[in-house]
């Protein structure tokens, strides 16, 4: 396999910097195979109802809008939901620093599919956390007085009793949770296809969840350098 060399780097270096060359191969190629997976799950099961959320509307007002009124044309509909409810004095710092990357890219998804961060806030305590946070591109719905949250786990409150003491939920108290999901028009049907399920599976030791860091940015390049990521976690302020 031919590979780089860079200025000075030494024998031992460019040896064990091939290997690790031929492991980071091995792991695009599995990122590959688990997306080929994905792309290949059967049939997921019907969205019980239409929908109704609340959103800043093309005359820039709150208004409704169903959920079959969001794929803009598109097949498919990615909803990621953040941890900013009404009870919150202040949103996820995980997902919002999350949001601060995805903003770049939300600019150019549309192109292939249509993208909508939901939350339970009302619509207009999200829209001006977008515009303190500089937010241009995301687009966000409130899921306030609707059950999609508990219906597709952007909250606890559906988790099974073995799932509740592994979250240690308490008895009686329940709060938002961090999860994309994807959805597909089946002619008139919408389709549940995917949800990012690894945030409500056991992490590893000394880790959390990692369910959406194939498109988190900031763990990205944290990870090419040799300090990692440490025990580093963003705050709201950063």
């Known amino acids: 396999m031919a590979s780089l060399a860079f200025p000075n780097e030494s024998h031992a270096y460019r040896e064990a910097r091939d290997r690790l060359l031929q492991a980071e191969i091995a792991l695009r190629r599995q990122i590959e195979n688990v997306a080929e997976q994905r792309r290949a799950l059967p049939q997921g099961g019907a969205v019980p109802e239409d929908y109704v959320f609340e959103w800043i509307g093309p005359h820039l007002r709150p208004e409704p809008v169903r959920m079959s009124e969001l794929f803009g044309g598109h097949p498919t509909l990615i909803l990621y939901s953040f941890m900013y409810g009404p009870d919150r004095d202040q949103p996820c710092p995980g997902c919002t620093h999350l949001l601060d990357g995805l903003d770049g890219a939300a600019r150019h998804v549309g192109a292939r599919t249509n993208l909508f961060i939901v939350a339970k806030s009302p619509i207009a305590r999200l829209s001006a956390l977008a ?22 786990f952007g909250d606890t409150s559906q988790l099974s009793a073995e799932m509740r003491r592994s979250h240690a939920v308490p008895d009686g108290k329940n709060w938002d949770e961090t999860i994309f999901n994807v959805f597909e028009r ?6 549940h296809v995917w ?22 940015p900031l763990w990205g390049l944290l990870d090419m350098t040799r300090e990692g990521r440490g025990d580093f976690f963003p705050s709201v302020g950063d």
């Open 195 to 216: 949800a990012s399920e690894l945030a409500y599976q056991p992490s590893e030791p000394g880790q959390h969840h990692r369910a959406g860091d194939l498109v988190d």
């Open 131 to 152: 515009h303190r946070r500089g937010w241009a591109h995301l687009k966000f719905l409130s899921t306030a007085g609707n059950s999609y949250a508990a219906d597709y």
């Open 186 to 191: 089946d002619g008139s049907i919408i389709r």
